[in-house]
């Protein structure tokens, strides 16, 4: 390929979302550039999360997100596959299940209301009472009091579902330039074209897809402001002596994620702590507490690793996706909060439809997909309408 043309777009992050985005219009023969502030692909909050596919397990109602999860979780066995195959970069994915717990009366109640919300969705859940939840769960606490058992709940390994995509990116053509932090957005007559960088240079190009999460909104330039900001989340792994529960377990407090190689992850803090990228002696013992409190066996474990990251959080909790209705070729996926890795599939797929249309070719990957997807009903466009990154711009009625 040609490196002296200008992209057809330029994706500013190279997160799970940036890189998704990114494979997504390369393999429909666009030319795109990724640029990334740090030294490395994928180290930022896609390298800190844990990892979980899990609609139900982020659901509070039956809104506008759980609908988005729950359809981007039908794409993703596919989607692996395709990234699997590009990249020759296994990421474990897995159909494990989750069991979700309530250690006291007022959590059975919101477990109850978990239930119900999962029976209307169609979602496959059994509801525990105690004296089944050994069996379920033998690793858990003997005091816990009632437990939903989400069987459709499945896990990746998120730092390797990173690195395979960049790798399938550049299999397919996308240069990915690291060390390269965006300063300023450029427009001429509300139309964009192309990004200021800390060095001075600019890149010209097509279109730009904001993609950086807890950093977007520091990007100058923009229309108006982006109601992104960072939410730290600390976490830590532990390896016990006896090999880990095959499903995730959760509480309110905290969640235990098995991988295959025996280590459990805990997770994790939510802090409004700013661009502060650290872990504390408050945050690593809230979740040391917790796990232990879910389950007793962990106290023995020995502590493997610490670390934190930025979650983009939004006001609303839903992410921004689409064009920016006020600066032409300004796309913008970020505000994801805790379901990046959940959500990506469905966001790359979303910023792909964009360029239809434009001679651009619709991958083979999408063949297959429900049909809601495949060909979206009024239902869908309302639905997607909820992430409109103009919604917050809307006057209030």
Sequence with gaps: MTRDLHPDL???????????????????????????????AARGATHAAAGMLSPLGEARNAGALFELGLRSLRMYERWVQGIEEDSGISVEFRKCGKLRVALTDDEVGALEARAILARNRGVPAEWLPPDAIRGAGP???????????????????????GDALARAATHHGV??????????VLAERSRFTGVRLADGSTIPAGRVLLAAGAWSPLLEGLPAPLPVRPVRGQ??????????????????DVYLVP???????VG????????????????????????IRLAPHLADAPLTEIWSGLRPGTSDGNPLIGPDPELEGLLI?????????????????????????????????????P??????????????????????????S
């Design 259 to 265: 991988r295959d190689d025996g280590r459990v992850l």
């Design 10 to 40: 330029l994706v500013i992050g190279a997160g799970v979302i940036g890189l998704a985005s990114a494979l997504e219009a390369a393999r429909m023969g666009l030319r795109v550039t990724v640029i990334e502030r740090g030294q490395a």
């Design 268 to 291: 994790a803090t939510m802090e409004e702590a700013g661009y502060r990228i650290e872990n504390t002696a408050a945050g690593i013992r809230r979740l040391l507490e917790g796990a």
């Design 139 to 161: 690793q858990v606490t003997p005091s816990v009091r009632a437990a939903l058992l989400i069987h459709d709940d499945f896990r990746v390994d998120n730092r390797r579902l």
């Design 235 to 252: 976490m830590l792994a532990l390896l016990p002596a006896t090999p880990p529960a095959s499903q995730v377990i959760e509480s309110e």
């Design 333 to 369: 996926a970020t505000g994801h909060f805790r379901n990046g890795i959940l959500l990506a599939p469905i966001t790359a797929h979303l910023i792909g439809r964009l360029f239809e249309g434009e001679g651009a070719a619709v991958p083979s990957e999408l063949a297959g997909l």
């Design 371 to 396: 049909s809601e997807l495949a060909a979206p009903p009024s239902a869908f466009a309302a639905l997607l309408s909820e992430f409109a990154p103009g919604r917050t711009r809307r006057p209030a």
């Design 175 to 184: 240069e990915l330039r690291m060390g390269t932090e965006a300063i300023t």
